[in-house]
């Protein structure tokens, strides 16, 4: 038994001489050993208050330096943004540093002080709510974001401990509420919620600020194909037209036809995305994308475009106007009869229903709704804009459809959606997806469909300019430009019934008609008969008007030269046309 036990303590007895040995080596007294220990001793407790002493000293002399600070810093500059310039270099959105308040609870030395004089510096901070963050636990929180450079001197002359500012970026808008709908806003976080902002976090800025890579020094401007002159030019115009006419609202845009490019685009009311709140009233929508409406005897050129492109019927071909086209218990009349037989070409001047409901009766329900289909008027339109509508199909598409769409009732489309389909009809047969980035004629036509004839469009700008010249678009025949168009009268829907007091006008106009670069759409939500205008609120009256002095003014700024003199449609675009086949 005791040979037994002997073994472990010889084995003990070993290791602690090892360890002895290694600490202290070898032949040292106790005494020595002591010193060492409250050597080792004196030097932890000093590097420790060390430690402490510059940890407070960095609290005082440096408050904004604290790591968590830093690391908030940090994400703050992760969060910045691109700018964004209009096509020629100007600024539509940018980001600047701005003061946040925070405050470190853990740290505050009298909760009802601190709240007090914070409160008589920032007066919109509700004080019960303040007074319960500055009393939490937490280590930080948010007092108020984005303060102005003088409420940062107040509060840091009050001296309160635990009471800091970071600096944050902050998405400013300088042109203000100018091109709203189409840059949208961000969030206080500097997140993108709407426009071109929200395409932009979508379209991997997001993740770049989850990586910690988009910072100032790595991001490039961001280009869109936006004319801020033109946008001003035409915001103004619209407001002017909305004002004289009482309407309730007004839109227009502006879209290169060979490209595809968006180069401006207006919904009034609109909003100061500065102040995103304002973007939350439903008036403010825009009306060009988000909302969706039945546009009238704009669809007269789609329709009188798919007969053309069939080949079974031609400018000359006439169609019965003589009465109203009775279908069941509705009738279909025009608002100004002629009473007889209508050429093609007739019906599209005197913008005749009955004209056009003969014509799309004549190609059948369904060469009607796969036309249309062809031209993008069925499906959901995608831009870089998030906020864009279904249209409104109906369901069971039969011939009382073909016949009321076929005029512009019966199917709501977002207004930029049917632009899309007329310029494939201006601009040689090709249907182009519209753009708010810079695109070439060449990147155009890598994304471009043919969905119509070349003759079928060089007969489509003649009966535009034909309108200008002798049909509703007179008083948008600005002199030297050669526009061509064609107007839209449609009755909103009230209460399940189609009212005439309440109508829905656009103007679709496009220059030059014999070689188009440009198509414009101004849109008047229910404007108001007035004295000059007889009483009358239809397109021919407001929209087309406002069109021609949009057209006045944008039209030197798109680069587009004057030119005067020039032949009648027939002979500078039907003959040219003809000529070349």
């Known amino acids: 038994m005791t040979v037994t036990h002997a073994t472990p303590a010889v084995k003990v007895s070993w290791r602690r001489s090892l360890v002895r040995t290694l600490l202290y080596g070898r032949n040292v007294d106790r005494s020595a050993k002591t010193k060492a220990r409250l050597g080792l001793a004196i030097l932890v407790f000093a590097l420790g208050y060390t430690v402490i002493a510059g940890r407070l000293i960095m609290f005082v002399a440096l408050p904004d330096s604290h790591m968590g600070r830093r690391t908030l810093a940090q994400d703050a500059v992760a969060t910045a943004r691109p700018d964004i310039l209009d096509r020629n270099g100007e600024i539509l959105a940018t980001d600047v540093?701005?003061?946040s308040l925070f405050a470190e609870p853990n740290r505050i030395i009298d909760v009802d002080e601190a709240t007090e004089l914070l409160s008589a510096v920032l007066p919109d901070l509700d004080a019960v709510e303040l007074r319960e963050r500055l009393a939490s636990k937490r280590h930080f929180v948010w007092l108020k974001r984005d303060i102005t450079p003088k409420q940062r001197t107040e509060i840091y002359r009050l001296g309160l401990p635990g009471i800091g500012f970071l600096p944050e970026n902050k998405r400013v808008y300088p042109n203000g509420a100018e091109v709203s709908h189409v840059i949208g806003h961000v969030n206080i976080d500097n997140q993108g919620i709407a426009g071109i902002e929200k395409w932009l976090d979508g379209s991997g800025l997001a993740d770049l600020h989850l990586a910690g890579l988009a910072t100032d020094r790595l991001q490039e401007p961001v280009k869109l194909a936006v004319d801020l002159r033109v946008q001003h030019a035409l915001r103004e115009e619209l407001i002017k037209a909305r004002d004289k006419y009482k309407a309730k609202a007004a839109a227009g845009v502006i879209v290169a036809v060979r490209t595809g490019e968006?180069?401006?685009?207006?919904?009034?009311?609109?909003?100061?995305?500065n102040n995103p709140r304002e973007a939350l009233d439903p008036n403010r929508i825009n009306r060009l994308t988000t909302g969706v409406y039945e546009m009238g005897s704009t669809?007269?050129?789609?329709t009188l475009a798919m007969a053309l492109d069939s080949g079974k019927i031609n400018l000359n071909s006439t169609f019965d106007a003589r009465v109203p086209l009775h279908f069941g218990k509705f009738q279909i009349h025009d608002s100004h009869p002629e009473g007889r037989f209508l050429t093609l070409s007739e019906v599209f001047t005197y913008s005749s229903n009955i004209g056009a409901a003969r014509v799309a009766l004549a190609m059948g329900v369904d060469q009607h709704k796969a036309f249309l289909k062809k031209l993008g008027q069925l499906d959901r339109l995608r831009t870089e804009l998030a906020e864009s509508a279904e249209p409104l199909v109906p369901k069971h598409w039969g011939e009382l459809n073909t016949i009321t769409i076929a005029f512009g009732h019966g199917l709501s489309v977002a207004p930029l959606q049917a632009v899309m389909g007329i310029c494939a009809?201006?601009?040689?047969g090709f249907l182009i997806p519209p753009t708010f980035m810079r695109r070439s004629e060449e990147q155009a036509q890598a994304v471009a469909t043919r969905v119509v004839k070349t003759e079928t469009s060089d007969k489509?700008?003649?009966?535009m300019r034909l309108n200008a010249e002798k049909g509703t678009a007179r008083q948008a025949d600005v002199p030297g430009y050669y526009v061509g168009g064609k107007t839209g009268t449609s009755e909103k829907v009230v209460g399940g019934r189609y009212s005439k007091e309440?109508?829905?006008n656009s103007f679709t106009a496009v220059l030059p008609a014999d070689d188009p670069r440009y198509l414009i759409l101004i849109m008047l939500d229910e404007p108001q008969g007035l004295p000059e205008t007889h009483g009358f609120r239809t397109s021919g009256w407001n929209a087309v008007p406002a069109g021609g002095a949009v057209i006045g003014r944008v039209a030197p700024l798109l680069g587009i030269q004057p030119r005067f003199d020039l032949p009648p449609a027939d002979q500078l675009i039907l003959a040219t046309s003809t000529a070349s086949r």
């Open 460 to 463: 489509m700008r003649y009966l």
């Open 299 to 302: 669809f007269k050129a789609l």
């Open 97 to 99: 540093r701005a003061p």
């Open 262 to 273: 968006i180069v401006s685009m207006v919904s009034v009311p609109d909003y100061d995305p």
């Open 502 to 504: 309440k109508v829905l």
């Open 425 to 428: 009809l201006m601009n040689g």
